[in-house]
């Protein structure tokens, strides 16, 4: 019976020689020590040995056991670093082959430029505020000194949500949010979309608002025009001109419109400023006193001044477009183009 162990292992031991491959190795890893192997199979009948026959049995049984498979592990072992190498030569890669081009995308031109127009106005020492897109009323036109009934709602065709609550029609709530909750000195931006049922080729329903305003004591119209001046010349160059033009909103007095020289024709006249030479960019004025008593502030002892540009309006005359429903359609043949 011991021979016959022994010519189980010496066969075990040829056939593992001769294995050619990693499937090889798991056939006869199966054959002789899987659950219903030949060797597995004798170690299952080592009850039926007689008792003085079982132990050299079991001793020469665990050994061959032992031998096939230390065998089966090397030539595994060996099978597989072969396999290793094979494929680290076939699947060589050839760092020369020119690499799939992946399109870089870019910040919108509306985001360009209202990053642009922040971040000059965070060089001149403004803190930036958000508000929400969906505003109470109150904020949007009562504590901006129009109530309920005033004309001047008029001014901006509101998407109302209900009686009480609207989608903001400009970014000046902010205005009154930020002066609720501080005290003076302020000098504050607020970016942010605005909505109004408004659509042609200078209005478009959803657009971008940025507003500016400082309260302290002692703020003048001159402070505004030093502020605004400095603005236009860092977007437009230093030859743009500004224009003040008397104006009215409830929220300001006095108030007014802002124009620069036209930065297509230079102040010549085209069709652009509609021959004019001039272009309007954004209203402002010293925040009306009523605003300041509203919001808790003492208007004897402060002023301030504010400001809302239209940031589409202002990215059409830097890039020279015509057509401002452009931006939000998102074609991508116009928006590579900055
Ligand atoms: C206002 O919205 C005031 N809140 C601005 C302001 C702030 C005045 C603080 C005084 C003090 P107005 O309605 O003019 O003002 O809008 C400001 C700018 O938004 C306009 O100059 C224009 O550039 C832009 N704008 C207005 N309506 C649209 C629209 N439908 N589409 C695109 N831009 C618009």
């Not at 290793?84 to 031109?109: A, E, K, M, W, Y």
């Not at 003048?220 to 001046?229: H, W």
């Not at 069709?271 to 030479?277: D, L, P, S």
Request: proline residues 5%.
């Amino acid at each position: 019976m011991l021979n016959e162990i022994l010519s189980i292992k010496n066969l075990a031991g040829e056939e593992i020689k001769k294995a050619c491959n990693l499937k090889d190795i798991q056939d006869i890893r199966i054959k002789y020590l899987g659950k219903k192997g030949v060797l597995t199979g004798r170690m299952k009948s080592l009850g039926s040995i007689s008792k003085e026959d079982r132990p050299e049995y079991g001793r020469t049984l665990n050994e061959s056991k032992n031998f096939i498979e230390d065998l089966l592990n090397r030539q595994e072992e060996q099978f597989r670093s072969t396999e290793l190498n094979q494929s680290i030569q076939t699947q060589r890669i050839d760092v020369t082959v020119p690499g799939c081009f992946v399109p870089f995308g870019h910040l919108h031109p509306v985001t360009q430029t209202l990053d642009e127009i922040t971040a000059i106005f965070i060089s001149l020492g403004f803190n930036v505020e958000e508000g929400p897109e969906i505003e109470l009323d109150f904020y949007n036109f009562e504590a901006l000194n129009m109530p309920r009934d005033h004309p001047a709602r008029d001014m901006q065709d509101t998407f109302y949500i209900n009686d009480d609550v609207v989608l903001r029609t400009h970014t000046s709530p902010v205005q009154v949010r930020v002066m609720e909750k501080n005290i003076p000195p302020l000098r504050v931006i607020a970016p942010g979309k605005v909505y109004r049922c408004d659509a042609d080729v200078s209005h478009i329903p959803m657009f971008h608002q940025l507003e500016g305003f400082m309260v302290d004591k002692d703020i003048r119209m001159t402070d505004l025009k030093g502020m605004l001046e400095l603005f236009v010349h860092s977007v437009f160059g230093i030859d743009t001109s500004l224009r003040f033009r008397p104006s009215f909103f409830p929220f300001t007095e006095p108030s007014a419109e802002i124009d620069i020289s036209c930065v297509i024709c230079k102040g010549t006249g085209c069709n652009v400023c509609k021959g004019t030479g001039w272009i309007e960019i954004l209203g402002a004025g010293m925040i009306n006193p009523r605003v300041l008593e509203m919001s808790g502030y003492d208007p004897d002892l402060y002023t301030g001044f504010a400001f809302g540009l239209g940031i589409e309006r202002v990215a059409m005359l830097k890039y020279g477009i015509d057509d401002i429903r452009l931006f939000p359609e998102n074609d991508k043949r116009f928006l590579e183009q900055f």
